[in-house]
């Protein structure tokens, strides 16, 4: 693509599969029995799920009509996607790159540049079959992988819990009419041609070779969201599961303290001396600190979060 080009927007409903950022691990972060197929972008991040319940839309345009920061390109692209989301009855917001609505992550968005044009990518998730995705992800227990189950459910939503399903035509007509008022544009549709179905296949082998990371890309658990991340880490004499959301610990389970409350350190400044003085009641001094450490090294923060 170069200055001046029409830019593009690619539509379609992918086959069901795991794409995984270009650092993370498969034999890591899946199970041994996966049975989908899995991609691996040449871009960062983590694992997403895809099927045919999300119709996912790339707009590929010259770098001289996009915005000049970066930061600025979500804002610009995914304009359409919220307008639909609007028309069909949800009050949605755009925080960083991602689409939220009451509170919960409803879409994501990434964005790259490949040569003279800049490309951002989401989707319009109609459903999202939580247990599928998370039946896949490699696990320690079988406490994390409830957790993990409970995590997603909280943490994310699709179209179909709020508002009935569109229709597919529907869907593209209204995103159509919300990028015609947002960019001004008239549209071309088209399929791709059996040479640039050559081109994608023959691209496509390149991206799933194993990438040799021998830790996950978030150390001892996954992400949940932006701002929320599960962990569990194994130590000699028993293990820690946390679970985190911006700079706190909203909930956590120890091995040598099963009646500990699960959210006992929810609204706890998370250090080591105002951890330990809440794990006073199930040990002693000396025990209690040394779970708050570990408590500690097992919690994934997302350091922007305040």
Known sequence: MQPGDLPV???GRPAAHLCLGQHQSVALELTPDC????VRRPLGGGGVWLD??????????????LPRRNADWYAYALAPILQVYREAGMPVTLEAQDIWLHGRK??????????Q???VGSSFLLRFPLEQFASRIATPSPGFQQWLVEALRTAITSWSEHTPLPDWAWLSMVYRRAANQAFGW?????????????????????????HDSTTRLVPHGIKINASSFLTERRYDDGWVRVLTQGRRIVRVALSAATALPETCLRGVE?????IGQSLLPHFNPVQASEWALRIL??????????
């Open 270 to 274: 998370p250090g080591a001396d105002s």
């Open 106 to 115: 409803l879409a994501g968005s990434g964005a790259a540049t490949i040569g």
């Open 52 to 65: 045919s319940n999300q119709a996912c839309v790339v707009l590929i345009a010259p770098l001289d009509s």
């Open 186 to 210: 008239r549209w071309h549709q088209s399929l791709l041609t059996e040479g640039e179905r050559a081109a994608r296949d023959g691209w496509r082998d390149e991206l799933i070779p194993e």
């Open 35 to 38: 049975d989908v197929p899995v």
């Open 117 to 119: 044009a800049g490309l």
């Open 297 to 306: 090294e097992t919690a994934h923060f997302n350091t922007e979060s305040t």
């Open 9 to 11: 927007v690619v539509w």
